[in-house]
């Protein structure tokens, strides 16, 4: 019997910078990133537990893993991978990209974890949430040895959280106490603006989370102290997580529009 030309052997892992652009700056710069942050993260001898997070970035992340896993140096090691999944999306991305999907109950610990983020500052602190999926992101990247996050340019913020991602600190809340929530977050907290997400034309209502909650997009305006914001926001009833993720990632990823890569350490 013939061999066929297309058999696995024949893949040749793409270096990143040899790729064509996609279809905008940003989108070449997500893939980037996320390229990037593999190439240089995992270790293939070593790592086992993956956690996979959610949007549109780290579609590129697990991408990236396929690419590997139909490497035949790298095959071996990549099929053994158990990736943990922050929701339906990253399952989805996780079991189209052929890599095996496990559960954070049966692999509490996790040896590294990839997410995007909707805005990143100096510090590594995070807003995240902007597709509603922080709860299950957060139990996975507060389970992982090492969190990195991948994201482009306009993710990056020198100043303070608030001042690129405008649309309000993502909070996922029991339905029953919305209002209760929202009134809380402007009569103690100062809360300047909140709205309960809107599934827009692809569903009437409020979104509804993976873990059947909604989600309050809360406008403090530019955030000095994330911490203790996050920290206020926890005490009040009714909020299960905030999308301010503290002291969490160890390293980000951001790919800018001129084919360079930021790469920001923890401090
Ligand atoms: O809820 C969504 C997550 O926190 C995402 O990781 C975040 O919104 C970033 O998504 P994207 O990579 O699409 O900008």
Redesign the pocket.
């Known amino acids: 019997m013939s061999e066929t030309t297309n058999k696995p052997s024949d893949f040749a892992l793409p270096d990143v910078k040899d790729l064509k652009p996609l279809d905008s700056e940003a989108e070449t710069a997500?893939r980037l990133a996320a390229y990037r942050a593999v190439d240089k993260n995992i270790d293939f001898e070593n790592h086992r537990i993956i956690g996979i997070?959610?949007?549109?970035?780290?579609?590129y992340v697990a991408e990236r893993l396929g690419q590997y896993l139909l490497d035949p140096k790298y095959k071996p090691f990549v099929e053994k991978f158990i990736c943990i999944p922050?929701?339906f999306q990253s399952i989805q991305l996780i079991l189209d990209n052929g890599l095996q999907l496990g559960s954070i109950e049966r692999n509490p610990v996790i040896d590294i974890a990839f997410?995007?983020?909707?805005e990143v500052d100096t510090n590594l602190q995070l807003i995240?949430?902007?597709?509603?999926?922080?709860f299950q992101?957060k139990l996975v990247s507060t389970s992982s040895k090492k969190f990195i996050i991948?994201?482009?340019y306009r993710?990056w913020s020198p100043t303070s959280l608030g001042v690129k991602w405008t649309r309000g600190v993502?909070l996922e809340v029991v339905p029953s106490a919305y209002v209760r929530v929202k009134s809380d977050l402007i009569n103690k907290l100062n809360c300047k603006k909140v709205v309960l997400r809107q599934g827009g034309s692809a569903k009437a209502g409020p979104v509804v989370t993976d873990n059947n909650n909604f989600i309050l997009d809360a406008d403090f305006g530019p955030i000095k102290d994330p911490k203790s914001l996050h920290v206020q926001l926890k005490l009040l009833l009714g909020i299960v997580e905030t999308?301010l993720f503290i002291d969490n990632a160890d390293i980000a990823y951001i790919g800018n529009s001129d084919g360079t890569v930021l790469i920001a350490p923890k401090s």
Request: hydrophobic share 25%; net charge negative; charged share 25%.
């Open positions: 997500k997070g959610s949007g549109s970035t780290v579609v922050t929701g997410d995007g983020a909707d995240k949430g902007g597709g509603a999926c922080l992101e991948v994201a482009d993710k993502p999308g």
